[in-house]
């Protein structure tokens, strides 16, 4: 009678712990599926210069790093006028030099990657019933 009573005890425990580790088992799935998608996130920014990667993105890691920090360029937003701006007044007077074919590529990539946001005051409010106080 006591013998299968320690059994029943033994049978509980192995249960409890099967479940626990059942259970800790998934975690790493959630934490596989959060890597992913952290990965893929910094998978589109490039470790090295924290330029995004996408077309043109080689040409501007080859012409526009060797003289100061990428963070000049992502931290900046302009136009494409605005970027055009920036690369003749270094051509002008930081000794940028001519960057034939490669111009518009890099025109490109800037204005579309780095574009002015428009982050700026809500719109006014339309339509609203005033009340007499
Ligand atoms: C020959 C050297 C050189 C190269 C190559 C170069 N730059 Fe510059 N750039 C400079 C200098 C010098 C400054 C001024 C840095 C400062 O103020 O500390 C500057 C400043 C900047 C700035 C900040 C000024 C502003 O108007 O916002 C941006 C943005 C910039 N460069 C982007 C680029 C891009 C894009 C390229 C590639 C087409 C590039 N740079 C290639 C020399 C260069």
Redesign the pocket.
Known sequence: MQKAGVGVVVFLVLLVLSINTSLSRQQPTINNAYTLAFTVVADSVDKQTGLIMAPGYTL?KQ??V???SPK??TD?RATRDG?LA??R??QQT????D?GKAEPE?LDY?AKNYAPTNEGRRPPLKSIEWYKL
């Open positions: 501007v012409n526009c060797r003289c100061h000049l360029i900046k970027w920036t690369i007044w270094m930081q000794g940028l030099w960057l890099i800037l």
